[in-house]
């Protein structure tokens, strides 16, 4: 089994849908929950994260983890064309260092 | 503010062929993490360098290595390149060795023939 699991999609969308994308871990001693949007041949761009249980908002994006499920949620409202890449969850492993567990990304495409 | 460069962006090498990477951290950054994403995949941890020293270590051969400069950039050497070695290779840093907040170069795509 896999540390981090993540539906690879795609998925397809019309502009203006409410997206909700979700991963599952393992690992109880998970503590910060990361989401990465990756570009086709670009480098993963920090969304947003979260430490521990909670809700987070930034804009049109909210991050959520629920740590009793181990369920991991990123939600894009009023999606626009300019969305459509491919979003990465991560678990960060804390320790002497900290190492980032990815799922295998999800494939969004928003259509106009 | 200056983010996280790469160089080369491609590179082609033949299989047993050595590799060099190189990563400029964001400024003010002290620490770098490298991580290998095959086609259709998530990123992979390789190693973590923090003032010049490997200070953790994902499931990758001796053949992976790297090093970190006292400016804090740093090289991903590869040595004896198998075809299973072509990738993105990513490098990411970060304020302190146990930051949470990593950010990524564009990458280098290695390919193996």
């Known amino acids: 089994q896999k540390e981090v699991e993540q539906d690879p999609g795609p998925l397809s969308v019309p502009e203006g849908a409410i997206v909700s994308l979700n991963c599952t871990y393992s690992?109880?001693?998970?503590?910060?929950f990361m989401w990465y949007r990756q570009y086709s041949r670009k480098g993963p761009e920090l969304l947003m994260y979260?430490?521990?249980?909670g809700n987070k908002e930034d804009g049109r994006f909210t991050a959520q983890v629920d740590k009793s499920s181990k369920y991991i949620s990123l939600f894009i409202r009023d999606s626009q064309p300019s969305d459509s890449a491919t979003y990465l969850c991560?678990?960060?492993?804390?320790?002497?260092?900290?190492?980032?567990?990815f799922g295998a990304g999800t494939r969004l495409a928003v259509h106009p | 503010e200056t983010g996280v460069t790469q160089s080369p962006t491609h590179l082609i090498k033949t299989r047993g062929q050595q590799v060099t990477l190189r990563c400029s951290s964001q400024?003010?950054?002290?620490?770098v993490s490298w991580y290998q994403q095959a086609l259709g995949q998530g990123p992979q941890f390789i190693f973590q360098?923090?003032?010049?020293?490997?200070?953790g270590r994902g499931n990758f051969p001796p053949r992976f290595s790297g090093l970190q400069f006292p400016n804090y950039s740093s090289e991903l050497n590869v040595n004896a390149l198998e075809l299973d070695d072509s990738a993105l290779y990513l490098c990411?840093?970060?304020?302190?060795?146990?930051?949470?907040?990593?950010?990524f170069g564009p990458g280098t795509r290695l390919t193996v023939t």
């Open positions: 990411a840093s970060s304020l302190a060795k146990q930051g949470a907040e990593q950010y």
């Open positions: 690992n109880s001693a998970f503590q910060y």
């Open positions: 979260t430490y521990s249980s």
């Open positions: 991560a678990s960060l492993l804390s320790g002497g260092y900290n190492k980032l567990i």
């Open positions: 400024s003010g950054h002290n620490t």
């Open positions: 360098y923090y003032r010049e020293e490997e200070n």
